[in-house]
């Protein structure tokens, strides 16, 4: 169990008034998180996946896997003016001011907000800046503060990409930690951020990069060795504009691995994991109590998840026996209780998945592949329809698995 250090926030100094204390943000003391209120904070969250960063196998896909592949399967279904426009209505409906204000219900106390930096800037002109991503933070930031309700902002899809995969919507490398135009564009993409919402106190602080560096690489020891001065370079990128919320620092191999990391090296760091299907045993989160000890830092638990109940409520009980946070993913599924809400796959939606997973050489072969126009249309009116927080199911075990 960790060592509780309470230091009273409450002194009243003179010229400082009772409201201006209320404006403090969300700040790591020890290995321990303080609230707004100056009270220990214990992160119970919900990651909004699939929202800003879509994923295939949320669609119920598997080789078309990530955000460019779906999208590029949707365009060959409908062209590229009607999915801008369902893309536009799928982002409009998929997370809105009433999911915010059912997950503060459920007893939650904060979000992690993943998002793809293709919404923000052009991959091929970086120089072009985009407002759709912006957007679409401030309308959770704003629905979040009108509820009470504390955001982490996620960099799921770095330009470059940081994983190389389907999550980060790459090219099938890392390419980041090597190519000094995609590190400066990151870095430019953040201090936009940072520079936007650094007066904003329902923010608890910046996660920089999603799930760093996969295991399968046969460099991978080069380039976990590139990750933590690139986390320095970042850090001081934002400690620049905005010196208040907490930087979250990722491990290697999936978040996994937090022997890359030397001392922090700055004074409000706390460092994240990731852990998926293994054992609900003490061992397999030792690695990161100890470096919350070693280090007098806090830890956090990012994502977990995509399991039964039973497994959801055993790994939560025992993250909470060692005080530490945690934010399960993901918030909202297609036809699936695991997740907070589900909603339904249609049997035209059967059709689209058939489409998108036939192998297809030519355009030939895209023509003959095709649905019925009607029914492709159907099926995406019906699931821009069906993700609405009206026509989503609360999956009512998976509540009480998290404690809620």
Known sequence: MKKIFVISCWLMIVGVSASAQSKKFVRCE?????????????P?????GNWLNPEGYMFRFE????????????????????????????RDNYIT?????????????????????????????????????????????????????????????APGGQTGDNIDDSWSYPFLYESEEAQQTTIALWKKLAARYKNEIIIIGYDLLNEPIPHFYENKEELNKLLEP????????????????????????????????????DKNLAYTFHKYWMPTEQKEIQEYVDYSYKYNVPIYLGESGENDDVWIESFRKLLERNEIGWCFWPY????????????????????????????????????????PRELVKKAFSDLLENIKFKNCTINKGYLKALGL
């Open 30 to 42: 020890g290995t321990n998180f303080i609230d707004t209120d100056g009270k220990i904070f214990i």
């Open 44 to 48: 119970k969250g919900i990651n909004l």
């Open 63 to 90: 080789n078309v896997s990530s955000f460019r592949l779906i999208d590029n399967a949707f365009k060959e279904l409908l062209g590229a003016d009607e999915i801008r426009k369902f893309w536009k209505t799928f």
């Open 97 to 157: 001011k009433e999911d915010i204000h059912f997950l503060k219900s459920t007893g939650l106390n904060h979000i992690r907000v993943p998002f793809n930096f293709k919404l923000f800037l052009v991959e091929d002109h970086p120089e072009i800046y985009l407002e759709e991503g912006f957007k679409r933070l401030d309308d959770v930031i704003k629905w979040c503060s009108e509820e009470n309700l504390y955001v982490l902002l996620d960099l799921h899809a």
């Open 230 to 265: 690139f986390y320095k370079k970042l850090t001081a990128a934002i400690r620049s504009i905005d010196k208040n919320h907490i930087i979250f620092l990722g491990g290697a191999q999936w978040n996994t691995n937090f022997k890359v990391f030397g001392a922090p090296f």
């Open 332 to 371: 909202k599924k297609m036809d699936s209780t695991r997740g907070i809400v589900s909603f339904v796959q249609t049997e035209e939606w059967k059709q689209i998945i058939k489409y998108a997973e036939t192998p297809k050489k030519n355009f030939e072969e895209v023509r003959k592949a095709k649905p």
